[in-house]
């Protein structure tokens, strides 16, 4: 008859084959885990003899900080496997030292990190399990959480968001979270944001347009409501808002008087905020737009910033970039921006861009990108001459002390590159270190067809005298 040590061993097998991940963790460290007969006993090993502290500083050092290699699971069997080994449940069904180790370090059970591709219904609901399960044995910490949650391919909204409830409950110990959602279909519902309870957060970064921001008393709250201005989040460095709406996004925006990061995709027409929110301390902001009315910009004023991208400009964006520079009275190290898909910007336009270039005396990275459309460069050759123009031998115009200049899809005259590249180089003092030109085209007096740009006059002897300098084409 068998021994109750090997029934209590075989029923937390059985419980660890089905993926219930609870009872893998429901019996007491003391139980003893017998993996054989009565009679013989494996001799321990060297990391069963390891003290308790020991191993957890070692465990310490494999708690993950990004989602570990995507598992296409198939059957609710795998997924329910792939759940059981998620870190650290993969420590505590080792052994009985490590299990005892894994439930007495709380540090281990705050790290959460898990991507879910393509997942059915039943394997979201032992989603919904598992991180509740996580989160219990880490409520008695008041170690911040930090969490990566990504749900790719096709799902359920409806479920998924049921599966990350018990993180949603916990929002007083987020301290750096990331929960991303591919939306397969339209949200018929919202995921709750309670600014009151972010107290810790120190980086959020989220996807989709079905967040709903709610003040500290539960009600949903404007960029004008009353109820919020009175909430702060002094921790907050970094925000990451992908797609969410504006009156979700700009409460979290106006409590962070200390962001020193902010990254914000908009796929709406959206008119700035009046009166401007003043970030002081914000760094770097990055604005990625797919609309072509959307004023995002005007929304800020950041005297500090020294790093500014803008992905996806259209005729409103030059003019906003100029006012929002001229009106911050800033100084940026980097400006990146890239036109959008099918927009070809006129001098008109680029204008604007040329006076933000000559206001920027400590520039020291520019990019500038634009597709190619039907073999012609979309910005114009103006752009070159006013990056080479002088207004002595020794001062440019805009950007003295620019160090990296890439550009991309421009149309011009072979010799205006070439006149570009030995202007910056020959100088003294000399700035320049690395060069790029992408998908761009050289156009002849005889006029079309167009040649791509390839290559660089006298290029080998630009690299020899130690410029970082390449002509590239790629579609």
Same mark, same amino acid.
């Not at 219990?136 to 359920?156: C, E, N, P």
């Not at 180089?425 to 060069?435: F, G, L, N, Q, T």
């Given at each position: 008859?068998p021994s109750r040590s090997r029934k209590r061993a075989a029923k937390?097998?059985?419980?660890?084959?089905?993926?219930?991940?609870?009872?893998?963790? #429901?019996?007491?460290?003391?139980?003893?885990?017998?993996?054989?007969?009565?009679?013989?006993?494996?001799?321990?090993?060297?990391?069963?003899?390891?003290?308790?502290?020991?191993?957890?500083?070692?465990?310490?050092?494999?708690?993950?900080?990004?989602?570990?290699?995507?598992?296409?699971a198939a059957t609710l069997p795998q997924w329910r496997a792939y759940?059981?080994?998620?870190?650290?449940?993969?420590?505590?069904?080792?052994?009985?030292?490590?299990?005892?180790?894994?439930?007495?370090?709380?540090?281990?059970?705050?790290?959460?990190?898990?991507?879910?591709?393509?997942?059915?219904?039943?394997?979201?609901?032992?989603?919904?399990?598992?991180?509740?399960?996580?989160?219990?044995?880490?409520?008695?910490?008041r170690l911040g959480l930090r969490v990566g949650i990504y749900f790719?391919?096709?799902?359920?909204?409806?479920?998924?968001?049921?599966?990350?409830?018990?993180?949603?409950?916990?929002?007083?110990?987020?301290?750096?979270?990331?929960?991303?959602?591919?939306?397969?279909?339209?949200?018929?519902?919202?995921?709750?944001?309670?600014?009151?309870? @972010?107290?810790?957060?120190? #980086?959020?970064?989220?996807?989709?347009?079905?967040?709903?921001?709610?003040?500290?008393?539960?009600?949903?709250?404007?960029?004008?409501?009353?109820?919020?201005?009175?909430?702060?989040?002094?921790?907050?460095?970094?925000?990451?808002?992908?797609?969410?709406?504006?009156?979700?996004?700009?409460?979290?925006?106006?409590?962070?008087?200390?962001?020193?990061?902010?990254?914000?995709?908009?796929?709406?027409?959206?008119?700035?905020?009046?009166?401007?929110?003043?970030?002081?301390?914000?760094?770097?902001?990055?604005?990625?737009?797919?609309?072509?009315?959307?004023?995002? @910009?005007?929304?800020?004023?950041?005297?500090?910033?020294?790093?500014?991208?803008?992905?996806?400009?259209?005729?409103?964006?030059?003019?906003?970039?100029?006012?929002?520079?001229?009106?911050?009275?800033?100084?940026?190290?980097?400006?990146?921006?890239?036109?959008?898909?099918?927009?070809?910007?006129?001098?008109?336009?680029?204008?604007?861009?040329?006076?933000? @270039?000559?206001?920027?005396?400590?520039?020291?990275?520019?990019?500038?990108?634009?597709?190619?459309?039907?073999?012609?460069?979309?910005?114009?050759?103006?752009?070159?001459?006013?990056?080479?123009?002088?207004?002595?031998?020794?001062?440019?115009?805009?950007?003295?002390?620019?160090?990296?200049?890439?550009?991309?899809?421009?149309?011009?005259?072979?010799?205006?590159?070439?006149?570009?590249?030995?202007?910056?180089?020959?100088?003294?003092?000399?700035?320049?270190?690395?060069?790029?030109?992408?998908?761009?085209?050289?156009?002849?007096?005889?006029?079309?067809?167009?040649?791509?740009?390839?290559?660089?006059?006298?290029?080998?002897?630009?690299?020899?005298?130690?410029?970082?300098?390449?002509?590239?084409?790629?579609?």
């Amino acid at each position: 008859m068998p021994s109750r040590s090997r029934k209590r061993a075989a029923k937390r097998v059985k419980g660890e084959e089905s993926g219930d991940v609870s009872s893998c963790l #429901s019996h007491t460290a003391s139980e003893p885990v017998d993996s054989g007969s009565d009679e013989h006993h494996s001799p321990p090993t060297l990391a069963q003899n390891l003290p308790v502290e020991i191993l957890s500083e070692i465990f310490a050092y494999a708690i993950p900080t990004t989602v570990p290699p995507l598992i296409k699971a198939a059957t609710l069997p795998q997924w329910r496997a792939y759940f059981s080994l998620i870190f650290p449940l993969n420590l505590a069904v080792v052994c009985r030292t490590w299990r005892l180790t894994t439930l007495q370090t709380p540090a281990l059970w705050t790290s959460i990190f898990i991507e879910v591709h393509s997942a059915p219904s039943r394997a979201l609901k032992a989603l919904g399990r598992c991180l509740s399960t996580l989160l219990d044995r880490s409520s008695g910490s008041r170690l911040g959480l930090r969490v990566g949650i990504y749900f790719s391919g096709t799902f359920q909204f409806a479920m998924a968001c049921n599966a990350v409830q018990p993180l949603l409950e916990c929002q007083r110990r987020w301290e750096c979270v990331e929960i991303k959602f591919e939306e397969s279909e339209k949200p018929k519902g919202g995921l709750v944001l309670n600014v009151g309870k @972010l107290a810790m957060l120190k #980086s959020l970064e989220l996807h989709g347009g079905f967040w709903e921001t709610h003040s500290h008393v539960g009600q949903p709250t404007t960029d004008e409501s009353a109820a919020f201005l009175d909430l702060q989040l002094p921790l907050l460095r970094a925000l990451n808002l992908r797609n969410l709406r504006q009156n979700a996004r700009m409460p979290l925006v106006m409590a962070a008087h200390n962001l020193e990061e902010l990254i914000i995709s908009v796929n709406m027409v959206e008119q700035a905020r009046r009166p401007p929110i003043c970030l002081e301390h914000l760094k770097k902001l990055t604005i990625v737009s797919t609309c072509w009315s959307s004023d995002v @910009l005007g929304s800020f004023r950041c005297p500090s910033l020294e790093e500014l991208v803008l992905d996806g400009m259209t005729d409103r964006s030059f003019e906003e970039l100029h006012r929002f520079v001229q009106s911050s009275a800033m100084f940026l190290r980097v400006l990146r921006v890239s036109v959008m898909r099918y927009f070809s910007p006129g001098l008109d336009l680029l204008t604007h861009l040329f006076q933000v @270039l000559t206001m920027q005396t400590k520039l020291a990275v520019l990019a500038i990108a634009a597709e190619k459309a039907e073999k012609e460069g979309r910005l114009d050759e103006a752009l070159l001459m006013h990056l080479l123009s002088r207004s002595d031998p020794c001062t440019f115009r805009c950007c003295p002390n620019l160090e990296d200049l890439h550009i991309c899809g421009v149309l011009g005259h072979e010799a205006t590159f070439s006149r570009l590249v030995r202007r910056r180089w020959h100088v003294s003092p000399r700035s320049i270190r690395k060069m790029r030109f992408h998908n761009c085209w050289t156009f002849h007096k005889q006029g079309p067809p167009h040649e791509r740009l390839i290559r660089i006059e006298d290029e080998s002897d630009y690299k020899e005298e130690g410029l970082d300098i390449e002509a590239t084409y790629a579609y």
